[in-house]
């Protein structure tokens, strides 16, 4: 199967040769205009998760749908591939169903927008976006059910339709998908910003047509590619060896009593292809921890981190991808056989950044290997009606992602409280408590929970949401079992935790991954993110940088121990006393310092308390081996 564009006009795009002005002139438009899709979307976009967290992601792409600028990699490739229909001029795609686009995008919520662009009868390009939807109907609110074993239990499954036809809008098919989601009025106007954000960026392609020409546009798209395969090229021949490497971790629970599942990968170089096999990763989960992992979307994972690593200032697109041989089982966690629940893929996802920076960073581990942080993307559902005076008791629904620690890395330490995706912030707290029954009484960083090192990993967060009114809470976190890995003598990071205070004083300590949690009005919540772990001898760190972290609250007196630093009562540094200690410490350590500190193997793990000397009581349930 593959999708057919209509063109009426025959003349088919030729390749010319562009001058490099010209070349930048495009580029830099082309980049503007992916920016300002976010902007269209942020402006117009009705949901917190979307307007203010900016969870929604841009690009524009060439004719044969290779991503050209963006953010998320092209999904228009497999998409094209599993779309058997006529597209013309006018239309515009949407679904959200990973089995019915080659896994385009990874779960339910995500809705997919996708314009052809055509200029007098002939195809030039495409623009598309994506956003995560607060409610795509299912079995909880937030459309994320844990113990989901099957896709339709997920909500509205949306295979790929024209939302529009011939520029005609079909609204008694989009009448039907927001009767089947909670939050209509927030879906309509979101999928409405994705729509005006690929309608302005067809039209800045339609502009740089007119005034440079079809084939200029054409063939510097093209260049830009070709610039890109250039440069992976020598990246992939400098940093991918020959002989394989292997690394694996782990992630947690699937909220169903079983885990942890281990997440396996090998990478070699053949000539001048780097190949990624994840044979031996564990077989799918009973529960919606499957993450669909298209094969093209990993290779942006690795064209991204890998770029960002290198240089930055290197136009990220998919031109490389030719140079990359991804194999994924079936069957397996990251291939699940269909219909598999995939809803709560993020943790998967999270852990997929941890395993590919390690196989990266451990041939040059002083110059590129990242400690582990970028494990998870925290969220929070609180559902209910409004029954505080002048609500009426209106229906409200909140969706957040939390932020956990960056870990250490080689250029130095890792940042506090930081998104998983680089353009992704926090929802403002004045907004938060302006649309929904409850406070935040406090949003700070966990002291000493990033791991020790030359440099430190970055703090978790700790929030505490006091809810206003009754209603029901679900959580899903992971990292709370398996520790963020430190490497090159960093320490650990710390694993989160999630407690419940009640008003009458009572406690409760949840699981990481929890949902239908009645809450009543005065409960706290306090939410606790993990922390990155730390990368290099702490003992080698500057003394005056762990006092000047002290003075700053991101490590306590106490934990200043850790990095062999001793600090008197008045916050001044005891320097004899922490020569001595460090002399002691380095000691005990003794010489041999491992590349990777997991916190001991998994089986360990498993058996230890999770109690730790800055953490409350532990969180114990009951392990199984994964199974299919």
Request: glycine share 10%; aromatic share 10%; with cysteine.
């Amino acid at each position: 199967m593959t999708a057919r564009l209509l063109e009426s006009n025959t003349n088919p795009l030729k390749q010319i040769p562009v001058d490099g002005v010209t070349v930048d002139i495009i580029e830099n438009a082309l980049r503007n205009a992916r920016e300002e899709m976010d902007a269209v979307v942020f402006r117009t976009a009705m949901s917190p998760g979307i307007r203010e967290q900016g969870d929604c992601f841009p690009m524009i792409a060439s004719k044969e749908g290779k991503m050209i600028v963006g953010q998320f990699g092209s999904f228009i490739g497999p998409f094209l591939e599993a779309y058997d229909e006529e597209i013309e001029e006018g239309d515009i795609i949407l679904t959200n169903d990973p089995y019915m686009c080659n896994a385009a995008v990874s779960h339910l919520p995500d809705w997919v927008v996708l314009v052809p662009v055509f200029k007098d009868g002939r195809h030039l390009a495409w623009s598309a976006m994506f956003g995560h939807m607060s409610d795509n109907g299912g079995m909880v609110p937030g459309s994320i059910p844990i113990e989901a074993t099957t896709i339709f239990q997920e909500g509205v499954r949306i295979p790929p339709i024209k939302l529009y036809k011939k520029g005609v809008l079909q609204s008694d098919l989009l009448e039907l998908i927001l009767h089947n989601v909670r939050t209509p009025q927030w879906n309509r106007f979101d999928l409405n910003a994705l729509v005006a954000a690929c309608n302005t960026a067809a039209k800045r392609c339609l502009e740089l047509a007119e005034r440079f020409g079809d084939d200029v546009l054409h063939s510097t798209m093209d260049i830009m590619l070709q610039r890109n395969y250039d440069a992976m090229k020598h990246i992939i021949g400098m940093f991918i060896p020959e002989e394989p490497r292997v690394f694996e971790d782990y992630l947690c629970d699937d909220g169903m009593g079983m885990g942890p599942y281990k997440i396996k990968c090998t990478m070699w170089r053949e000539g001048e292809k780097a190949i990624f096999d994840f044979a031996g990763t564990d077989p799918q989960a009973q529960s919606s921890v499957n993450f669909f992992l298209n094969e093209d979307m990993f290779k942006m994972f690795f064209g991204s981190f890998t770029i960002n690593v290198v240089d930055p200032q290197i136009v990220f697109n998919d031109g490389f991808y030719d140079l990359v041989d991804v194999r994924i089982p079936q069957g397996t966690l990251l291939k699940p056989n269909y219909p598999a629940a995939l809803s709560g893929r993020t943790h998967a996802l999270g852990r997929i950044f941890d395993v590919l920076g390690a196989l990266l960073g451990m041939g040059a581990p002083e110059m590129m290997l990242n400690a582990a942080g970028f494990s998870d993307s925290p969220h929070l559902f609180f559902s209910g009606y409004d029954t505080r005076p002048g609500k009426g008791s209106e229906w409200f629904q909140l969706f957040q992602i939390g932020f956990g620690g960056i870990p250490g890395r080689p250029i130095g330490d890792g940042p506090d409280g930081h998104s998983l995706w680089p353009g992704f912030t926090n929802v403002p707290n004045e907004f938060i408590e302006s649309y929904y029954p409850l406070r935040i009484e406090r949003y700070e960083m966990i002291p000493d929970s990033g791991g020790a090192g030359l440099h430190r990993g970055g703090n978790g967060l700790s929030v505490a949401y006091r809810f206003l009114c009754d209603g029901e809470i679900g959580i899903h976190d992971d990292r709370w079992l398996t520790y963020p890995w430190g490497v090159l003598g960093g320490e650990t990071g710390l694993r989160s935790t999630k407690r419940l205070v009640r008003v009458d004083g009572s406690e409760e300590w949840l699981p990481a991954k929890v949902e239908g949690i009645k809450v009543k009005t005065g409960d706290l919540l306090y939410f606790n993110t993990w922390g990155g772990a730390g990368w290099g001898d702490p003992f080698a760190r500057d003394a005056e940088l762990v006092q000047q972290d002290v003075i700053r609250g991101l490590v306590t007196a106490d934990g200043a121990q850790r990095y062999g630093v001793v600090i008197s009562a008045d916050g001044s540094i005891d320097t004899a006393g922490t020569k001595k200690l460090r002399a002691k410490l380095v000691k005990q350590r003794g010489d041999d310092i491992p590349l990777f500190n997991f916190g001991g193997t998994i089986e360990e793990i498993k058996a230890r308390s999770l109690e730790e000397t800055h953490l409350e009581p532990p969180i114990t349930p009951t392990f199984q081996a994964a199974k299919p």
